[in-house]
């Protein structure tokens, strides 16, 4: 299908939206026709007064004549005097598709490319053409997936996809809207009427009387039923851009396989796969591992650290190379399955071009640390920026050694609550004269459904596990605090904690069976952690 012809069933759809709600609201007011003929005008009066209300938001939906403000992404512009090497690529990946090149690239900091164009008069007019390019991206690809990925979104340009976006967003936008008023008014009314029967049962309560049921069943229902209409006219709206915007991505992969060749276009949407899953990971274990101690890598690492996670789990990103998505992320999403687009090209006849040894995407900056530095200002709040920052050997630790002491908190609680000192060495003295604080502390200290239900020797095994993780917890923050351990990172598996000597672990593991043995015998912790 055309362009022409995609405009023009976009904004036959848009049109579909007023003429819905134009025949929505003659079938109300011949209902208000009926109602003022027929019945008694109290009762009508009322009616025409609800269908009134039912009215607003279809009106308000058919007046929103403005599209949604497009936001923009936030990042750092890439002028091309900063970042020469970028723009020609970009420039001749365009000249390559067949389309201009944009007129702005913002790099950003996700796993993504993406194509936005300033587009007039109901997006049929071209406008300012902006790519936003993530760094993080740009990280986990060569240069000639890189080129690949462009390819694609200069497909879209080519194909005059991006100035149909505002007409297509523009009719879901009224869809979207006017469904939400009809819902909150009906949540509004069902919330009205819920408080009213709650606060007569509360009178009738208060006398001594018997109150009767909330029952809220039915209040809202017309509401309901006009945005169940909109929302199957919407679900139709969107089945009828569906098709057309799915084959408007194979068209672009094609253009990706025409400028990079086959085996680089695949091995792209392969990367991108794979790279995006890991930097999901690379945010929550090592990006923001030390907010909650109030903590951030180095300027610059906070972004920029994430190719150090790369560069060590090659075989991990290996796997999810090939472990491919086979359903659409939304039922919606205009994006084919990545498995389909993926075997689609790798379908393709052999072009010649086999992978090549290329440089790193990252190449094509002037200075690529400097870029994940400039990028942290417009992507971190405030309150982020203003954490101490720290080289991530020393994050990782110090945020570890926070999180320890936090976590033995509990326990130091629990073992205060019994009388005895907050730290290991007055616990364990007190473990020794007492042998009934065991049974004590486990009563304290969390457990589960299934523990505190138990009995006998099996709630025995309970509270001398309970005991046991409660000292691990304060062994470790002992350990860290005085600098006797430290926590290690690795950029391929977990932290982990580096003890003082070889063999302490094993040493630790039979010390602290020990001391909670059924006759304890703490002298054997006490010499492994608390002796000089």
Known sequence: MGASLRALRALVLLCGFYLL????????????WAVLSWVHHAVAAKIVFGTLLLAVPIVRGLFMLRAPAREPLPGVP???????????????????????????????????????E????????????????????????????LRAVLAHEMGHYAHLDTRLTPLV????????????????????K??????????????????GKKARAVDTEGEGFTYRVMAFVYTLYGAFYMRATLAGDRRQELAADLASVRVAGRDSAASALRELAAVKSAHGFYLGSYATLGVRAGLLPLPGQFHGGFRLLLDARREELDELRTELPTKPVTPFDSHPPLAERVARIEALPDDGRAPRAPRPALALLHD????????????????????????????VHTSLTRYAAQDAAGAREAVAAEGAGPDLAALLTALDTDPQLRGRLAERLPKS?????????????????????????????ELTQRGAARWQLSWSGPATLRLPS?????????????????????EPLRKLVLAP
């Open 21 to 32: 709600s134009l025949v929505l609201l003659a079938l109300l007011g011949l209902f208000d």
């Open 78 to 116: 890439a002028t091309e005097d900063q970042e020469p090497g970028l723009w020609r690529a970009v420039r001749e990946t365009a000249a390559e598709v067949g389309t201009r090149a944009p007129d702005e690239i913002v790099l950003t900091d996700e796993v993504n490319a993406a194509v936005a």
């Open 118 to 145: 300033d587009a007039r008069l109901l997006g049929l007019l071209p406008g300012t053409r902006r790519l936003y390019l993530g760094l993080p991206l740009m990280a986990g690809l060569d240069e000639f997936q």
């Open 169 to 188: 967003a523009r009719g879901r936008d009224h869809l979207e809207r006017t469904v939400e008023h009809l819902r909150a008014r009906a949540d509004g």
């Open 190 to 207: 069902e919330a009205k009427e819920r408080a009213r029967q709650e606060k007569r049962a509360a009178k009738r309560i208060a006398k």
């Open 368 to 395: 690529a640390d400097a870029a994940m530095a400039a990028l942290e200002p417009v992507t971190l709040s405030p309150e982020a920026l203003a954490l101490e920052r720290l080289d991530w050997a020393d994050l």
């Open 449 to 477: 459904a299934e523990a505190a239900a138990a009995t006998g020797r099996t709630a025995r095994e309970y509270a001398r596990s309970a005991l046991r993780a409660a000292l691990e917890l304060l062994v470790t923050a």
């Open 502 to 522: 070889d063999g302490f672990a094993d040493r630790l593991e039979a010390a602290l069976d020990a001391a909670v043995h059924d006759a304890p015998d703490t």
